[in-house]
């Protein structure tokens, strides 16, 4: 099946500061998709991206549609607490059933 | 907002022992999915249903896995005898075309 290689698998960092997290692949996806996952629910999407070279923003989260359709990063300016949890990233393909690959997740801390 | 809703949300199964995992989707949404998520690990596809039938179902979905449209409202997952490593979060979604998933809190399926 197709495989989402992200990174990092996990971030500790300081309340305010600047997070980067991405997604590639090898295989070209028609559509990125970005969702946080608090424990014991399910993902939330935060961001979707439909076009190669797309660059969207919600509040404090932007995140890119790579121009080679294999990669896509999601930025996090300024964090809060509340920010924590686990970051996916998820891919589509058009193909017949719609279904995502979603990536292995990134875990984030954020210490106040 | 609209929402997938998921019951129940935790349940408890001897091993041999079939289950089934009730979701409610979003009205208006055609396509329906079955994904799972085995504790710290990432979201699985397991089957997308469209036009009542199955459009795409991956390895993980054999011939223990069914699922079922049976009104105009419920979609179920059935798994006719259960085994340990069938322990996860099992979520349903939907969404109205390609993109614009909605997942729900997800049912915990511990099997003893």
């Known amino acids: 099946g197709q495989q989402l290689n992200q990174s990092p698998q996990s971030m500790f960092i300081q309340e305010g500061e600047d997070v980067s997290m991405n997604c590639t692949s090898s295989?070209?996806?028609?559509?990125w998709l970005w969702y946080k996952q608090d424990p014991g629910e399910g993902p939330v999407l935060l961001i979707a991206?439909?076009?190669?070279?797309e660059l969207t923003s919600n509040g404090r989260l932007t995140a890119q549609f790579g121009i080679t359709r294999k990669d896509s990063f999601l930025n996090i300016s300024a964090s809060i607490p509340s920010d924590v949890g686990i970051y996916f990233c998820?891919?589509?393909?058009?193909?017949?059933?719609?279904?995502?690959?979603f990536g292995g997740g990134t875990r984030l801390m954020v210490k106040p | 907002e609209p929402e997938v809703t998921q019951t129940p949300s935790h349940q408890v199964t001897q091993m041999g022992q079939e289950v089934i995992l009730r979701c409610v989707p979003i009205?208006?949404?055609?396509?329906f999915y079955w994904y799972r998520q085995i504790l710290g690990q990432k979201v699985e596809f397991l089957v997308s249903?469209?036009?009542?039938?199955?459009?795409?179902k991956s390895e993980i979905f054999d011939d223990q896995f069914s699922v079922e449209r049976p009104d105009g409202s419920n979609f179920t997952l059935k798994i006719r005898s259960t085994k340990l490593e069938d322990s996860a979060m099992y979520f349903c979604?939907?969404?109205?075309?390609?993109?614009?998933?909605?997942f729900g809190s997800g049912t915990r399926l511990t099997v003893v």
């Open positions: 979604a939907s969404s109205p075309g390609a993109g614009g998933y909605t």
């Open positions: 295989s070209i996806f028609n559509t």
């Open positions: 991206l439909y076009k190669a070279g």
């Open positions: 998820a891919g589509h393909m058009n193909n017949a059933g719609n279904m995502l690959t």
């Open positions: 009205s208006n949404h055609l396509y």
């Open positions: 249903f469209y036009n009542n039938e199955i459009s795409e």
